[in-house]
């Protein structure tokens, strides 16, 4: 079941998800532009949209690069978070923001691009200004520690599988084309609030499993704790959290290495190069740098969530966003069943 060399696959199957760094027209570390080149830009606070919940990984995120980019600004500005708990509407937000440069957000792929796909959607994310591809994080499908599913062999023989996301995101959209994938029957619960509140609903009994990536903090956390198992990690190696965990590989499903999460971020249509430039080179410089984001990284325990990141510009940004148009018309009619 190999996918083409590009990453793309056909009908019932996922990209492999741009996982690597993405090499061509990356936006390189050349440093910021000077205040005069980017007409003194910026001059006052950035808001940094996040659609999702301020618990997860888009959270710790958000709060981390927002608290030290400025350090790598030309200017002394603030940068703020504000958390919308609803991807549709938080990237619509980001989408329909003045094209100033100083509303910027996560794009989520292939959360964000999914909906758009499968949905009426108010926003076209093809408009969008992309500064840099954050992280990626593959996916995993995970139970309960005491659940009776032990394999995935057990998933494909049950008659229903519940799995439980917080709606209209990338846990939803994932789950739907890699179970589909999986020949797994599976009924998708939504409504919980980020990975967290997902995880919560999980450990409650509230549905079965889940489809997330184990490096995000509440599954990090409820892994160390014994709380929970892989089923299987969609990658070629086995994660260090989860060691006893096969590999979409080991199982047989090639294609399906590499399935996960692009954090991109990205701002409304029209935003000057020059001004996306700076964004682009603050926000890559931040997470390349050996300065107080990484200490911050260390200092809040964020191990896991930190060995996810892959800074990537503009260009290769918009690279992922269009690979993930791409896969997700592909899978069109999965996720119009499932969202």
């Known amino acids: 079941m190999d996918g083409n060399p590009d990453g793309t696959f056909g009908r019932r199957q996922y990209l492999k998800a741009t996982a690597g760094a993405v090499a061509t027209g990356s936006v390189g570390l050349t440093g910021c532009l000077s205040a005069g080149e980017g007409e003194d830009f910026p001059s006052e606070t950035i808001t940094w949209i996040n659609p999702s919940s301020g618990g997860g ?16 600004l030309p200017n002394d500005v603030e940068m703020s978070v504000t958390s919308v708990n609803d991807w549709i509407q938080g990237t619509s937000r980001i ?55 032990e394999s995935l062999e057990d ?56 489809s997330l990536p184990p490096s995000t903090p509440p599954m990090t956390k409820a892994l160390k704790n014994d709380e929970i198992r892989l089923i299987v990690l969609f990658a070629q190696q086995r994660s260090e959290l989860a060691p006893d965990a096969p590999t979409a590989a080991e199982l047989g499903y090639d294609d399906l290495t590499g399935t996960g999460l692009n954090r991109l971020v990205g701002g409304p249509p029209g935003i000057d190069d020059d001004r996306a430039d700076v964004l682009s080179e603050a926000i890559e410089e931040t997470i390349a740098s050996d300065g107080e984001f990484r200490q911050w990284a260390k200092d809040k325990a964020k191990h896991a969530l930190f060995t996810t990141l892959k800074p990537e510009g503009r260009e290769a940004a918009r690279e992922i966003l269009d690979q993930g148009f791409e896969n997700m018309r592909a899978n069109e009619d999965i996720l119009e069943q499932h969202l």
């Open 57 to 72: 990984g888009y959270g710790a995120f958000a709060q981390g690069i927002s608290k030290h980019a400025p350090e790598h």
């Open 95 to 149: 989408h329909r923001a003045d094209a100033d440069g100083y509303t910027i957000g996560w794009i989520d792929v292939p959360g964000a691009v999914g909906n758009q796909v499968a949905k009426d959607v108010p926003y076209d994310l093809k408009e969008c200004t992309l500064l840099n591809r954050v992280a990626f994080h593959p996916f995993s499908i995970a139970v309960p520690a005491d659940s009776e599913y």
């Open 155 to 210: 998933m494909q023989a049950a008659d229903e599988v519940t799995f439980g996301s917080p709606g209209g995101g990338v846990a939803s959209i994932l789950g739907a084309v890699s179970t589909d994938a999986l020949d797994i029957p599976m009924k998708l619960i939504t409504g919980y609030s980020g990975s967290n509140g997902t995880i919560t609903g999980m450990l409650r009994g509230d549905f079965e499993a889940v």
